[in-house]
């Protein structure tokens, strides 16, 4: 049963929607410590990240045991802000993924519940709260909610200011998503000041030629290529190609040599066989196929570029074990070798991607 029944619900508790906090009047019925203001939100944050998380939540939201000693208590402290950390990356990842994918309604309960277990893990006012409500920004300009999103992003810039602890990856995400707001409101000179800034703490963070730097290139591009200054666009998509070529070709032959030795030179595997997380895989596809694009556009006067763009989306996919895409991408790189008459080498490193796939699917790496 959904529906809550008042005279069940303890004197003097209120109990608040997970979406919106306003009074509830459902409870997750596979849960029992999740409650909704109606059906709509119910049905929200299940599509979201509640189906994921459901019943990981009932040992958060129930009172302990009762513990025989001190020392039992405190591993038990312990275990809860374990689970408490697991769930504050795995909500944050999920959320990041949707919004790749411009899923930005879905992205909300996501990241109000990475929101929340950092606020019961770190405290109203960390530095650790700055990232969640950069997601929650991102998602409210993705909905149009351009006054929300200064909300959120105001929260954040006054919570970097009152701390001295505040690393260079999360300056970057915070300048990102400030040039991201200068974008809506057409500022867009305002939005290159943040977006170098975005460059400046990721190249800090990670080295210029990190793929977690390159999300600031592809943002500063889209600016210029919007303002038709396509040679300044062009060379950053140009380094951005080249920053996901680099990464992806050097990943493969690690694992290429993996295989060779039959060994695990990392130590553990990963879901997939990019060294990605799901929503690092999500931006890798919004950035190169959104590149790709361009390039598809102008593929007349410059072929090998659209051709380069869709050899990394070969690897990419081919690396997340997706070989149908991969071998469309491979298709359309080598229609195009042929169509404008590019050198017989440039169509044999073409056939050699799609050999690499035809193998894989009998072979894959392990």
């Not at 800090?204 to 600016?223: K, P, V």
Request: glycine share 4%.
């Amino acid at each position: 049963m959904d529906r809550i029944y008042p005279l069940a619900v303890p004197k003097g508790r209120r109990l608040c929607c997970e979406v919106c906090e306003a009074p509830a009047e459902r409870v997750c019925a596979a849960c029992t410590v999740t409650y909704y203001c109606g059906l709509v939100h119910q049905r929200a944050d299940w599509s979201s990240i509640h189906e994921k998380i459901c019943q990981l939540l009932i040992p958060l939201r129930t009172s302990m045991p009762f513990y025989n000693s001190e020392e039992e208590r405190q591993h038990g402290l312990q275990q809860l802000q374990q689970r408490q950390k697991h769930l504050i990356e795995f909500c944050y990842t999920v959320a990041q993924k949707y919004l790749f994918e411009g899923k930005h309604e879905a992205a909300v309960p996501a990241a109000l519940h990475s929101l929340r277990f950092r606020m019961n893990v770190h405290g109203l006012s960390s530095v650790e709260l700055v990232p969640a409500y950069l997601l929650l920004a991102e998602a409210s300009l993705g909905l149009g909610q351009i006054v929300q999103a200064e909300e959120y992003l105001s929260q954040a810039q006054w919570t970097v200011l009152k701390s001295t602890e505040c690393c260079y990856a999360t300056q970057s995400l915070l300048h990102r998503n400030l040039g991201l707001l200068s974008i809506a409101k057409e500022n867009y000179e305002e939005a290159r000041y943040h977006l170098a800034n975005d460059i400046y703490f990721a190249s800090c963070a990670f080295g210029t030629e990190d793929i977690r730097t390159s999300g600031g290139y592809f943002h500063l591009a889209n600016i210029f290529y919007g303002l038709k200054k396509l040679d300044l666009a062009d060379t950053l998509y140009t380094k951005i190609a080249e920053i996901w070529s680099k990464y992806l070709n050097n990943h493969y032959q690690v694992l290429s040599q993996n295989r060779i030795q039959q060994i695990d030179l990392l130590g553990k595997r990963f879901e997939t066989d990019t060294g990605l997380d799901e929503a690092q895989e999500a931006e890798a596809i919004q950035i190169l196929t959104s590149i790709w694009n361009i390039r598809e556009s102008t593929s007349n006067t410059d072929p090998q570029k659209t051709i380069f763009v869709l050899k990394i989306l070969v690897m990419l996919y081919y690396l997340m074990m997706n070989s149908s895409k991969a071998q469309e991408y491979a298709m359309r790189a080598f229609s195009l070798a042929k169509e404008q008459h590019l050198s017989v080498n440039e169509q044999s490193t073409i056939e050699d991607l799609l050999n690499m796939i035809s193998a894989e699917e009998a072979h894959p790496i392990t």
